[in-house]
């Protein structure tokens, strides 16, 4: 919550596979010896080294003699290997130079000399992860991969691409800003503002969470700037300054190397010395920025913009914010995260009852936690959604609890319960661990924080548990940093015409721009414009990047081995593996038969399991029992498509949870109470819920609208796309936010509809479960599941997993050239265009997710985004919802990409479609099959979705095997043929060229006001 990263969205998901255990545990640490602080290695010397036992690691750091480029290695047992180079990168000021250079990088270095080798690489890859990230003070360029080959390719893409970048005024303008007419080809268009960084900011001021967040930021910590950009100061940046920032800042002498994995060492020193040794070392920038001095209290108030689908009379955020001592100090740091924690996190926390609960404020805000990235550990809590009478309330409120706190002391089995959780973590294994790692080391590493110190853990928990028995320890720490200490206050208020102040900022901005320019100035950006789009348009020499083939792809898919038996008439999936000694439980209850004036409360439903308490005990008590004996205990609904059918589908409750082997009957025992005795007549809890599950609603819209505008598409397009939507998507957002709206009146009636769910969820006969568990526990787990089905109701009704649902199918009736338009307030478009493929069995679909993927790099990319200046942009096709789409994520002119999509099957079918293209997309879309999955998550697909390993190789070889003429025969066939009937749905700004007139359907996503649109919503108390 409180590091902020940019990420570019590139979309590599992690799934299906599982990490291969079988190894060789503590190999790594043989080599101990070799490495010897001062031992001298490829032209680096050894600082420090460290034996972590407990994760099994050998950490060395090092550092390279001649430009003192630093060098951090986590020899792990490990295959998901990790690299990553990042510079510190202090931003002069609010241009948005950091970030705006991370784009340029990867426009094309010296060896690489072609655009965006990122996305290129993706093609040429089976990476797991590809980013670019650029955070407040340091720029970092990870990937993760399992093969070494690949490893050695993306290194060396990477190490060129951020020392030896081109950097040509041409990229500076593309992806930065430019003037330029709306229709480079045309100048009595207009001029405007263009740039990918330009345009990805707007869309970030969109979102007021992010925007309270970097404001707040920018008070406390002027002296950081706004590394993102903001934008009315980015087109102040030049293309000299981004040269020279990049001269200064990315340089071995300013680097920090991170490499993780079962690779060795010392091939990756030898490559990085041969790139270093040619430069000469330069001044290392060690300059560490401080946040403002508090020797006495402030306070902070700024304008934001009104939160459309927020109660109109709850719009302020405020904040109170303290200083916790240095953040080299890992000891206090560990401190620091128990004490913070047990004030603010969970139903049992003083600050989350008198907070949140109290109805305070809606939720915590944007900045609330310990940031401990900068030389000072950061502590802030603070809410938003609310009222401005209510501002100072809150403040009193958190100095008054956090008095409390310290006058009561902290119970001890509450930090039992913290230190509980510490160790499950630990255990649990997950297939990002490496990352993980990168993300927890770097920001210290850029401030003065020894990074061996940030991998301590054993030794810091038992000088913890010492330090525990001494009274009032916990409190001493409280008493040090909080009480009577000076506090920061960040406020928020809401101004009705901020965002029209902001286009009119622009405005302006742009005005003075044109009018300062000379003919000559005017007929060189006409050009100029011209120029970037002939650069765009030229066709490139890709040989020069390096690539796998497609015999790198394995024939053969991993295997997951699953066993399957009956405990007491429920079918049990069994996974038996090395698991560090924990037991993953997952149930899924099959809500198949559920009515479906139900199906939009299942949200809610899931959420009350595990945030009402029952009628004995409260959630808080719960929870503190959940933490104490398990990693945590979720509930979820799944719904997904038959493999054999996309027109019929499955729906439930999925809730899930693990615990050490130890705790599996406590884990159990919990599930069932949370199960069996949730008190939905919890109005409290329940109007706090609704309140929470309403108020993030606009800002996750904003960050993922790309996915909304999809599943609105989408939705007219199955029954079960339908049901997702009703579920997740925009029908949901408007839902809850309709719940929220009503008084409290509405509660008694909103319980009973919960209640009403539960009597079809919880029953034997509609359950089944998943264990995944070691060899040495099977049997003590089978008599723990026993008993616990044993003590669920007995059947009351047959039904059966994966039968179609005759009442919903009759029920919907499919659209064709459907298009919707909800008009939001963000300054930027998201649009999703979707239609018909076919079933996951069916032989053409995995052409049609070859035909995606090459319609998105080898076309849509280039057009959307490098043309059409959205931040991104392309093709996916779902392969078990059947469901081909295009979209556009913060897209300033959807027109543009309309008329690109509505060509998309004929360029598909007239182009010439390459064996290399080919090879490209398979290497692309295998990334995403054989990305190595976290334990907890093996055999899940087969669980979930009814896909088993048989199916999956099936569709393996049908992917390894699509042909040119098959991607051919799947565009004319799907998109061609049926080019009319895409379904289109756009989020954003109003336009002319949407309107009923044209065909538009016109929704409104706001409740409050006169903007209700009650028809596109289940009625809530119908019947
Ligand atoms: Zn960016």
């Known amino acids: 919550m409180s590091s902020l990263l940019r990420a570019r969205h590139l979309s590599v998901p992690l799934k299906l ?35 972590i036992p407990e994760f099994e690691m050998l950490a060395v750091h090092l550092q390279h003699d001649k430009t003192n480029a630093e060098h951090l290695h986590i020899a792990k047992d490990d295959k998901n290997n990790v690299f990553s180079i990042a510079f510190k990168t202090n931003p002069p000021d609010a241009s948005g130079v950091p970030h705006i250079l991370e784009h340029t990088t990867l426009c094309g270095s010296e060896k690489y000399q072609v655009r965006d080798p990122f996305f290129k690489m993706l093609n040429r890859s089976l990476a797991n992860f590809m980013n670019a990230m650029t955070a407040s ?208 996190d969970g139903h049992s926390s003083l600050l989350y009852q008198a907070l949140i609960e109290s109805d305070l404020g809606t939720e915590y805000s944007s900045n609330s936690g310990l940031s401990s990235g900068s030389p000072v550990n950061i502590f802030s ?45 630990r255990k649990n294994k997950v297939a990002n661990f490496g990352l993980n790692l990168l993300y927890g080391i770097v920001p210290g590493w850029f401030n003065q924080v020894a990074p061996l110190d ?27 940093y909080f009480l009577g200490k000076p506090t920061f206050a960040f406020t928020m208020i809401p101004s009705e015409d901020y965002g029209q102040n902001l286009l009119a900022d622009e405005e302006a901005r742009l005005n003075a721009k044109i009018n300062s320019l000379t003919e000559a100035d005017k007929k060189n950006v006409y050009e100029t414009g011209l120029e970037l789009l002939q650069k765009q348009e030229e066709k490139e020499d890709l040989s020069s990047l390096p690539t796998l083939r497609d015999k790198d792809i394995p024939l053969e898919t991993d295997r997951t081995e699953l066993e399957h038996n009956l405990q007491s008439d429920v079918p049990v999936q069994w996974r038996i593996t090395p698991t560090n000694g924990l037991t993953y439980v997952r149930g899924l209850i099959s809500l198949q038969d559920l009515p479906q004036n139900l199906h939009p409360y299942l949200p809610l439903f899931a959420e009350a399991l595990t945030n009402l308490g029952t009628e004995t005990e409260s959630m808080a008590s719960l929870e503190d029992q959940i933490k104490k004996s ?73 960050e993922s609208g790309h996915i909304y505008a999809l599943g609105v598409a989408s939705s007219s397009v199955t029954a079960s796309a339908h049901l997702s939507e009703t579920l997740s998507g925009m029908e949901q957002v408007k839902f809850i936010a309709q719940l929220d709206a009503y008084d409290d009146a509405s509660l008694p009636l909103i319980s009973q509809k919960l209640a009403e769910i539960a009597s079809y969820a919880f029953t034997r006969s509609v359950l089944k479960l998943a264990v995944t568990c070691g060899t040495e526990v099977v049997q003590s787990n089978e008599i723990a599941i026993s008993n616990f089905i044993n003590g669920l109701p007995n059947p009351v009704l047959e039904r059966t997993l994966g039968a179609k649902n005759g009442a919903e199918l009759t029920a919907f009736t499919s659209k064709v050239a459907d298009k919707t338009f909800y008009n939001l307030p963000f300054q930027v478009n998201y649009a999703g265009v979707c239609s018909r493929g076919v079933a996951y069995d069916h032989k053409d679909g995995a052409a049609l997710q070859v035909l995606a993927n090459l319609l998105t790099n080898k076309y849509l990319h280039s ?113 061609v043929a049926t080019a009319h009937q895409r379904n289109t749905a756009l989020l954003g700004v109003p336009d002319e060229s949407v309107s ?28």
């Open 17 to 51: 596979r599982r990490l291969n255990t079988i190894g060789r545990p503590f190999a790594t640490l043989a080599e101990e010896g070799q490495y010897a602080p001062g031992t001298k290695l490829h032209g680096y010397t050894v600082k420090d080294i460290k034996k």
């Open 630 to 702: 398990t990693g945590g205990i979720s509930a979820g609904i799944q719904v997904n498509s038959l493999p054999s059918d996309i027109e019929s589908w499955n729906l439930g409750l999925t809730m899930s949870g693990f615990s050490l082997n130890k705790d599996v009957s406590e884990l159990l025992r919990l599930l069932s109470v949370l199960l069996l005795q949730t008190n939905f007549h919890n109005y409290e809890k329940l109007r706090t819920l609704i309140r929470g599950m309403s108020s993030g609603a606009a800002n996750v819209i904003a």
């Open 454 to 480: 940030i991998l301590e853990w054993d030794s810091l928990i038992s000088r913890f548990r010492e330090d525990l028995k001494k009274p009032r320890f916990l409190e001493s720490i409280l008493e040090k």
């Open 863 to 975: 057009e959307i985004r490098e043309k059409g200046g959205a931040y991104g942009g392309g093709a996916s096709y779902n392969a078990t919802s059947g469901i081909f789409s295009f979209y556009s994520y913060r897209d300033p002119n959807p027109r543009n990409t309309f008329a690109t999509i509505d060509g998309v099957g004929e360029w598909a079918v007239q182009h010439n479609i390459t064996d290399r293209d080919l090879v490209e997309s398979k290497l692309s879309i295998f990334q995403g099959i054989d990305a190595p999955t976290s334990v907890q998550s093996e055999g899940m697909i087969y669980f979930l979705q009814g896909i088993d390993d048989d199916a999956r190789q099936v569709r393996r070889q049908q992917l390894l095997n699509v042909g040119i003429s098959d991607v051919k025969d799947a565009a004319s066939k799907y998109l």
């Open 381 to 425: 809590v603070g809410l938003q959604g609310v009222s401005e009478s209510n501002v100072s309330v809150v403040h009193d409120t958190i100095h008054d609890k956090i008095r409390q706190a310290y006058n009561e002391g902290f119970e001890i089995s509450r930090v039992e319960a913290f230190l509980h959780q510490a160790e499950l973590y």
């Open 996 to 1023: 009923e007139s044209n065909g538009w359907r016109i929704a409104e996503a706001g409740v409050f006001g006169s903007t209700v649109d009650q028809t596109g919503v289940q009625i809530p108390f119908e019947g």
């Open 137 to 344: 003070d340091y720029t970092f360029y990870p990937f993760a991969t399992t093969n070494q080959i690949d490893y050695s390719n993306l290194r060396d893409v990477y190490l060129d691409a951020t020392l030896h970048p081109l950097l040509r005024k041409t990229d500076f303008t593309q992806e930065g800003w430019r003037l330029e007419h709306e229709d480079p080809k045309d100048p009595s268009t207009h001029l405007t503002f263009k740039g990918v960084v330009y345009n990805e900011m707007k869309g970030q001021m969109s979102d007021s969470s992010y925007l309270y967040y970097i404001k707040f930021q920018e008070s406390i910590y002027p002296s950081l700037n706004n590394s993102g950009g903001d934008p009315a100061k980015i087109t102040d940046l030049t293309y000299e300054q981004l040269r020279n920032f990049h001269a200064v800042n990315y340089h071995p002498s300013n680097a920090k190397v991170f490499t993780y994995g079962n690779f060795s060492l010392e091939e990756h020193l030898k490559h990085l010395n041969e790139r270093f040794s040619a430069f000469a070392p330069i001044h290392n920038n060690k300059d560490v920025k401080y946040p403002i001095e508090l020797k006495e209290s402030k306070e902070v108030v700024l304008k934001g913009p009104v939160d459309l689908l927020t109660d109109p009379n709850r719009q302020y955020k405020t904040s109170l914010t303290w200083y916790l001592g240095p953040t080299n100090d890992s000891y206090l740091g560990l401190c620091l995260r128990i004490l913070t924690s047990l004030l603010t």
